[in-house]
């Protein structure tokens, strides 16, 4: 194959072995063939050393799966490879009990030989062993003239020498010489009584303990990260219930799951709950972890091994106390903390403060924040953390460019910057307002002019603006975050989705928790903070409880928390840069205007409120004259409705610019069927038609839960409820204060108050607000002149 000619596609399905496209298998799924599991990717990895990588980038990169031909060749490798080990592992075994000693080749004479067989006494040849560390028994010899051949010795065949001045040639291959890896997976054999026994890693018989443990007992290993996850799969839980009904579904454990094989050392450490400890076989209660160890071993014989270290963390969920000293809590967070610290298993003891810890990993990290110094190399200023003596370097000592005054961290740096950014013919310094039309005697001019302690306001009088730093802009926005509660959101396609992830949500109040729980923390080096102009882009952010997360002081909006920040917690901020945060409060129901503190009951009408009337759109379409606030809403509009129309009707060879809206053309104008409902293949001119049609023939809907009543969307289900059942009138007249229960009927009863009388009757000359009062109005006419 080619494959310099293949074009990879965005496509779901794309083979990993041969890059064809189409329907495929998961590599790391069992698939059961023949009665038997098999999962490729371990196939690949056993036959030919192979392990197919996996990217979260590119196209079909998080991908990986494989073709039913390439499963075909796989499978037909690994069967070859086994016959062969086998024969190998036949054929020695037999050179090994001498079978082949009795029995003579003889060759015809029109058969030609390469090279001529010498035999040579069996004493003289070097004997290759298949494993170098097998030993042989030398009590007993025997001295007739045959030696006696066990039959548990394994070897490999005998060396046949050549014909003198022709290459050597073996009828047994070398050995392929084998890899570190390799060399470290091999099982050692050992000596003993019975024969040969296989000597095991220490990190596989942790394995074999956790199997032991989890198999036999009713013990449920788990892991914490904020909340319950499983121990095999890494599903999360908010309860311990969920917890330990969806681990029982995961059924036996097996060496070949993947948590199993990351127990690779002592130190890691397998949390378990031990909430009812029993024994799965005979179905005892014991009290203590240590019990039903030694009743597996003693009672049912389980070869259960002591003397490799395991760490296992035991702790009670249902309860949340503490086992060695009973104290109760009511997060899970707290109790590990509280067995850390005041029952380490191990005695790891800071130098410096002899404060104790339980893990190595807390002890590094405790003498990197606590006792570690950081000094400043100019000023020899000591610093507790190293973020505290970057902020220092930031403000204390710059180098400021001669031209342009911007900052920079580095003598470097700076000189470095008006090499490349600065090639003006006439360039002027900043600090001695000094003009040079050289640029070699401008750089020897700007070393020699340290004057650094100048004014910057000299850079306004010579024109030239300050350009924005992104870094800073983003180490502004991620100190807002970290240090307040304001929390960024994105809103697309009617829902909020979360800043951090492409998670979304129906309402606001599930966003702001999912955020607090799973990014409590906003790094610069994160996707969403690294994307292209976030200086030019806006950021929304929820201030509908807005404090400081230091003193816990309520904040009114974004500048009274930043000069509260500056001024009473001393924090680094470059307030010469606009922050670019956008916020809004996220109340459920009540979205007000952040600018005329108009109330909106959709946060999607508020946005349209905000473009509308308080947005300076300058990015104009020049197809059809719209304004946006900024050139990826243009670009999203141009590609959306000014495209090639390359959909064109069959019926009046009108064109379209997607397939949707042609179909919803045929639908509507011409009345074609186009609409096909999914349960008994009725077709409709319209989706709304076919959902009616569900309503009323198989009765299938959005149903209220007040009145059953059936609705054709989830929305209309919601107002009929808010509006009908609940009675909800939160939008109030300012002049008489009735109450209505959206904006648009307000909307019809402010033309009482404001409203002119546009409808006035030709007979009598009576004047009305609206249209059905005339008609009302003329009935009484044409009952008096039919009087008549």
Same mark, same amino acid.
């Given at each position: 194959m080619e494959f310099d000619e293949i074009v990879v596609k965005e496509s779901p399905?794309?083979?990993?072995?041969?890059?064809?496209?189409?329907?495929?298998?998961?590599?790391?799924?069992?698939?059961?063939?023949?009665?038997?599991?098999?999962?490729?990717?371990?196939?690949?990895?056993?036959?030919?050393?192979?392990?197919?990588?996996?990217?979260?980038?590119?196209?079909?990169?998080?991908?990986?799966?494989?073709?039913?031909?390439?499963?075909?060749?796989?499978?037909?490798?690994?069967?070859?490879?086994?016959?062969?080990?086998?024969?190998?592992?036949?054929?020695?075994?037999?050179?090994?009990?001498?079978?082949?000693?009795?029995?003579?080749?003889?060759?015809?004479?029109q058969m030609k030989s390469e090279m001529i067989v010498e035999p040579q006494p069996a004493h003289d040849a070097d004997v290759e062993y298949l494993d170098e560390e097998i030993d042989y028994d030398d009590g007993n010899k025997d001295d007739s003239n045959e030696p006696t051949v066990s039959e548990d010795i394994t070897v490999d065949a005998l060396p046949i020498k050549g014909k003198r001045g022709r290459p050597k040639k073996s009828t047994v291959k070398p050995e392929k010489k084998k890899s570190k890896l390799e060399e470290k997976t091999k099982p050692k054999i050992v000596k003993d009584v019975n024969g040969p026994v296989k000597r095991i890693s220490a990190n596989k018989l942790r394995r074999l303990n956790l199997q032991i443990l989890f198999h036999n007992t009713s013990v449920i290993p788990f892991k914490w990260r904020g909340k319950y996850l499983c121990f095999y799969c890494g599903e999360d839980f908010?309860?311990?219930?969920?917890?330990?009904?969806?681990?029982?579904?995961?059924?036996v454990c097996s060496d070949k799951d993947r948590a199993l094989r990351l127990v690779k050392s002592a130190d890691v450490e397998v949390k378990i709950d031990v909430s009812q400890i029993s024994c799965n076989i005979c179905h005892e209660n014991f009290m203590q972890l240590e019990e039903i160890i030694s009743h597996l071993v003693d009672t049912h014989n389980l070869p259960y091994d002591r003397r490799v270290n395991l760490s296992i963390a035991p702790y009670r969920l249902s309860d949340l106390s503490c086992l060695m000293c009973d104290e109760k809590f009511n997060y899970l967070k707290k109790l590990i903390v509280h067995v850390n610290t005041d029952h380490p298993s191990q005695d790891l003891n800071c130098v410096q403060c002899q404060q104790k810890f339980n893990k190595t990993r807390d002890l590094d990290a405790h003498i990197r924040t606590k006792h570690r110094n950081h000094i400043c190399s100019k000023c020899f200023l000591n610093f507790r953390t190293r973020s505290e003596l970057l902020s220092h370097k930031r403000v204390a000592h710059t180098f400021k460019c001669n031209v342009c005054i911007r900052s920079f961290s580095s003598i470097g740096k700076c000189f470095k910057h008006i090499k490349n950014d600065h090639t003006g013919a006439v360039m002027r310094c900043g600090f001695s307002v000094t003009s040079l039309t050289s640029k070699q005697g401008f750089h020897r001019h700007a070393i020699q002019c340290t004057d650094n302690c100048?004014?910057?306001?000299?850079?306004?009088?010579?024109?030239?603006?300050?350009?924005?730093?992104?870094?800073?802009?983003?180490?502004?926005?991620?100190?807002?975050?970290?240090?307040?509660?304001?929390?960024?959101?994105?809103?697309?396609?009617?829902?909020?989705?979360?800043?951090?992830?492409?998670?979304?949500?129906?309402?606001?109040?599930?966003?702001?928790?999912?955020?607090?729980?799973?990014?409590?923390?906003c790094d610069t080096k994160l996707k969403s903070m690294k994307l292209r102009h976030r200086h030019d882009g806006v950021i929304k952010v929820d201030t509908s409880s807005l404090s400081c997360k230091i003193c816990f002081e309520n904040i009114q909006d974004l500048e009274s928390l930043i000069k509260h920040l500056h001024n009473e917690h001393k924090i680094y901020f470059d307030k010469s840069l606009s922050i670019n945060l956008q916020s809004y409060k996220l109340i459920k129901d009540n979205f007000p205007c952040?600018?005329?503190?108009?109330?909106?009951?959709?946060?999607?009408?508020?946005?349209?409120?905000?473009?509308?009337?308080?947005?300076?759109?300058?990015?104009?379409?020049?197809?059809?004259?719209?304004?946006?606030?900024?050139?990826?809403?243009?670009?999203?509009?141009?590609?959306?409705?000014?495209?090639?129309?390359?959909?064109?009707?069959?019926?009046?060879?009108?064109?379209?610019?997607?397939?949707?809206?042609?179909?919803?053309?045929?639908?509507?104008?011409?009345?074609t069927k186009v609409v096909e409902c999914l349960q008994c293949h009725e077709k409709f001119t319209s989706v709304y038609e076919m959902q009616r049609h569900k309503i009323?023939?198989?009765?299938?809907?959005?149903?209220?839960?007040?009145?059953?009543?059936?609705?054709?969307?989830?929305?209309?289900?919601?107002?009929?409820?808010?509006?009908?059942?609940?009675?909800?009138?939160?939008?109030?007249?300012?002049?008489?204060?009735? %109450?209505?229960?959206?904006?648009?009927?307000?909307?019809?009863?402010?033309?009482?108050?404001?409203?002119?009388?546009?409808?006035?009757?030709?007979?009598?000359?009576?004047?009305?607000?609206? %249209?059905?009062?005339?008609?009302?109005?003329?009935?009484?006419?044409?009952?008096s002149s039919t009087s008549n």
């Open positions: 399905g794309l083979c990993r072995c041969c890059l064809s496209e189409g329907c495929y298998k998961d590599l790391g799924t069992e698939y059961t063939w023949m009665d038997e599991t098999e999962v490729y990717a371990d196939i690949l990895l056993e036959c030919f050393d192979i392990s197919i990588s996996q990217h979260m980038e590119g196209p079909n990169g998080p991908n990986r799966l494989i073709c039913e031909v390439c499963i075909t060749r796989l499978r037909d490798a690994c069967n070859f490879k086994k016959q062969v080990l086998d024969s190998e592992k036949k054929f020695v075994d037999m050179v090994g009990r001498g079978e082949f000693k009795s029995k003579v080749i003889v060759y015809q004479e908010k309860s311990y219930e969920n917890l330990k009904e969806h681990t029982k579904d995961h059924g100048k004014k910057s306001v000299e850079a306004v009088t010579l024109g030239v603006d300050k350009k924005p730093c992104v870094t800073q802009i983003r180490d502004n926005i991620a100190c807002i975050f970290n240090m307040s509660t304001a929390i960024p959101f994105k809103y697309f396609m009617s829902k909020f989705r979360c800043f951090y992830c492409p998670k979304d949500f129906n309402e606001c109040d599930d966003l702001k928790q999912h955020t607090i729980t799973e990014h409590p923390l952040p600018f005329c503190g108009d109330v909106f009951r959709y946060f999607r009408t508020l946005l349209n409120h905000v473009v509308k009337m308080h947005s300076d759109n300058k990015n104009i379409c020049m197809h059809c004259g719209m304004a946006f606030r900024n050139a990826p809403n243009l670009r999203t509009h141009i590609a959306r409705h000014h495209k090639a129309a390359n959909f064109k009707c069959s019926e009046c060879d009108l064109s379209f610019f997607s397939n949707y809206y042609l179909q919803t053309h045929l639908g509507r104008v011409h009345g009323d023939v198989h009765g299938t809907g959005h149903e209220c839960s007040y009145c059953h009543k059936l609705f054709t969307g989830k929305s209309s289900v919601v107002d009929h409820i808010r509006r009908t059942h609940l009675k909800e009138k939160n939008v109030a007249c300012t002049v008489c204060l009735e %109450k209505f229960f959206d904006r648009q009927s307000l909307k019809v009863h402010m033309v009482k108050h404001y409203g002119e009388r546009n409808f006035h009757c030709d007979i009598c000359g009576k004047k009305f607000l609206w %249209k059905k009062n005339l008609r009302e109005h003329m009935t009484s006419h044409t009952k």
